[in-house]
């Protein structure tokens, strides 16, 4: 997902060597809004997770087999959307801060999980 994970990967096993709890700070941008997509208007008028902008391009990446077995575009769209749906708003809320409570909420609900999952064995 980004260029950090194999990184957590094997601080995190390294760590596991000698401690079983670790505080490390990840979580932090994803609480306290700290990527660029929570200041950026270009990131926050997107119709798709903001860390995905440059989803495209991963895709050319792909074989046809697989994108024609997966259809990614469909997939992140359908996927978007339904997040979306979930989002709770609060009555009087004017659209810009109803835009970014659904980016807080994509990412904690969908971009930091992915880190939650890191497993060191």
Known sequence: ?????SSLYLFSKEIKKEATVALSGE??????????????EKAQTLNTFPWT???QERIRLLSPELKDLVHP???INKRYHE????VPHLPEEN?????????????ITRFMPV???VKTE
Request: net charge negative; no cysteine; hydrophobic share 40%.
């Open 73 to 75: 575009e469909e997939y």
């Open 115 to 117: 880190f939650w999952t």
């Open 1 to 5: 997902m980004a260029d950090v994970d």
């Open 53 to 55: 902008r440059m989803g």
């Open 95 to 107: 659209s810009r801060d109803a835009r970014l409570r659904e980016i807080f909420y994509l990412t």
């Open 27 to 40: 979580a932090a941008d994803e609480i306290f809004g700290g990527y660029p997509w929570f200041r950026s």
């Open 83 to 86: 997040a979306i749906n979930e």
